[in-house]
């Protein structure tokens, strides 16, 4: 039996319910056997102002997923230090000793359109398929357009060879992997608001785990995010 592998990576800064809730979609639609929550010691695109110490990052995570036996925690980017690109994180995994393993990289659609700025994109394409999820109420609404854009992009940016099954909602290539466009459901939550809020001395109760709640305030973590 093949196992199947899902890599879900973020600065999860904190990780919070929406990132849960997505999470458990994309496994339960893929049949995942689990699915690995990596945070980024040192995220190459985005600003690191107000990012918290990677150890509290991951301490968090351990919290948030202790009860969901489907969620595993990695912390390959934390130990390979420097930034993190995840074209190193997906070659270590498949490079790993874990056997009839299949991965799948879970990403989301903003993500998706900018990932031709990544390092060693092309790579991506060629080594692992692509999970890539929409949110229904994202600026173009319908599903089919949506998926559409995608395979636009995806011939103007990666390979002009990429064909469509919209009965899969997955694009096709004969030499690359699949990409599969997933929806999944529309939480307005974000790492930023929860820091802000917790900068304004608010309540982040129901939107991180409570676990994750009393550890951001038996650290004080978040108090002087600018």
Not at 52 to 61: G, H, L
Not at 95 to 114: H, P, R, S, V, W
Not at 172 to 191: C, G, N, R
């Amino acid at each position: 039996m093949v196992k199947r592998v899902g890599l879900f990576g973020g600065t999860f800064n904190p990780i919070h319910v929406g990132h849960l809730r997505v999470a458990e979609e994309v496994k339960n639609g893929f049949d995942l056997d689990c699915i690995y929550f990596i945070p980024a010691a040192l995220p190459p695109h985005k600003d690191t102002t107000g990012l918290v110490d990677a150890q509290d990052r991951k301490e968090m995570i351990d919290l948030a997923i202790a009860s969901n036996p489907g969620f595993e925690i990695s912390d390959v980017e934390i130990r390979r230090q420097g930034r993190s690109y995840t074209i190193d994180t997906v070659t270590a995994f498949q490079g790993g000793k874990q056997e009839n393993t299949a991965y799948y990289l879970i990403i989301g659609m903003d993500q998706f359109f900018e990932i031709v700025t990544w390092k060693a994109y092309e790579a991506l394409f060629e080594a692992i398929p692509l999970i890539v999820m929409t949110r229904p109420q994202e600026p173009e609404s319908d599903p089919s357009k949506r998926f559409d854009t995608m395979l636009e992009h995806a011939r103007l940016h990666v390979d002009k060879g990429y064909q469509a099954r919209p009965d899969e909602m997955c694009l096709v290539h004969d030499t690359k992997q699949p990409i599969y466009m997933f929806e999944v459901t529309p939480l307005a939550i974000s790492s930023s608001k929860i820091r802000a809020l917790a900068r304004q001395q608010n309540s982040i109760k129901y939107l991180v785990t409570d676990t994750v709640e009393a550890y951001i305030l038996s650290k004080d973590l978040y108090s002087h995010d600018t």
